[in-house]
């Protein structure tokens, strides 16, 4: 077996800096605060309203267990609402609750233009960005929401959130510096040791950079409600091509589509034009099965999200559906047509 793998945690080939001015492009001129997550950018927010008033917080009962990470730091109450299999929330907000919407996998909730025409006046309306930062996801400014996202899951990008509430932050402590600065230079190895496909597999060396990337997770979970980030972090955003990114995942979603029609179970049926997705989303009912056996050919494939522990499954039965099917299919940047080919091949035998 060689080197050569697809999916995994994004690898660095060279440190191409850009001016953070350059960040309000993806911010569709709304103004804003970048932080060190995607979580810490959600506290952000959530600190103005509870500032408000808001003391209960509704999510939908498909998600990672992160984004209730600072709800309960904050000591807000939160509750779960349905989402079926279509990816589409149905939410009933209690009057000067606040209530947040995942745009899943990149494609807007078809559920988000009533929202956004009853916020404001009945509740607060919170966006999560994350799997969509890179889609149109604009609105009218007569649209009374919050939004957040991190571009972490899009490329490799140590540190970074970003929230539509303005804050002023405290410098970052030495230990997310050292954390930042570790995590670039495992991207960096990780990179050189991925150009050398023709060794075998070294278990040590990747240890190494898994290592580092572990570390930057588990002082996200330690500190969920930390918002500082380091310069240099918002400088690798500023200096990502992401144009091509956008066009690489787009093209690479067309190529899996046209791979796998008729042979699994997928989740979106088409891309619109304004959309930029995550993945390539197909519902198993083996999926972890499937899952590991992708993984021992070196093609690792990332669950978003497993069963939450504290989401009642009986209750949020199409949620719990999803949480136990859905495998996302890497389509992300590093990959071509060749990659997107067996990576589909490997899939089908599988089935």
């Known amino acids: 077996m060689t080197r050569y793998l697809i999916g995994g945690d994004f690898e660095l080939s060279s440190l191409s800096l850009g001016s953070v001015n350059n960040l309000s492009d993806f911010t569709h001129g709304i103004t804003g605060t970048w932080t060190a997550s995607g979580r810490a950018a959600l506290t952000l927010i959530l ?35 349905p989402v079926d299999l279509k990816l589409k929330s149905y939410p009933d907000p209690s009057p000067g609750s606040a209530i947040i919407v995942i745009h899943y996998f990149g494609w807007l909730d078809e559920s988000i233009v009533q929202l956004r025409a009853e916020a404001g006046d009945k509740y607060h309306l919170i966006e999560d960005m994350t799997h969509a930062f890179l889609s149109d996801w604009s609105a009218g400014p007569e649209v009374s929401r919050s939004i957040f996202f991190t571009p972490r899951k899009f490329a490799p990008v140590p540190f970074g959130g ?67 980030v380091p310069q240099i972090a918002l400088e690798i955003i500023a200096g990502l091509d992401w144009a091509n990114i956008a ?11 046209e791979l796998l029609a008729g042979h699994v179970e997928i989740l979106q049926p088409s891309l619109p034009n304004d959309v930029v997705p995550l993945g390539y989303i197909v519902r198993l009912e083996n999926r972890d099965a499937i899952r590991k056996s992708m993984a021992e050919n070196r093609i690792f494939c990332p669950v978003h999200w497993p069963s939450s522990s504290v989401v009642p499954s009986k209750t949020f039965t199409q949620a719990a559906l999803l949480s136990d099917t859905c495998l996302t299919l890497p389509i992300d940047q590093r990959y071509g047509i060749d990659d997107m080919t067996k990576l589909a091949d490997t899939l089908k035998s599988y089935l």
């Open 247 to 257: 066009k690489k995942r787009r093209m690479n979603w067309q190529c899996l589509h």
């Open 47 to 81: 600190k103005k309203l509870k500032d408000l008033g808001v003391k209960l917080v509704h999510v939908p009962a498909f998600l990672c267990d992160s984004i209730l990470l600072p709800i309960t730091e904050l000591g807000l109450d939160c509750d779960f609402y």
């Open 162 to 228: 970003w929230c539509s509430s303005d804050a002023v932050l405290q410098a970052p402590n030495n230990e997310i510096e050292s954390l930042n600065y570790r995590s670039i230079i495992a991207r960096m190895a990780r990179s050189m040791y991925l150009e050398k496909n023709q060794y075998p597999v070294d278990s040590d060396y990747e240890e190494f950079y898994l290592d580092a990337f572990r570390e930057v997770e588990e002082f996200l979970d330690k500190y969920p409600t930390y918002t500082s």
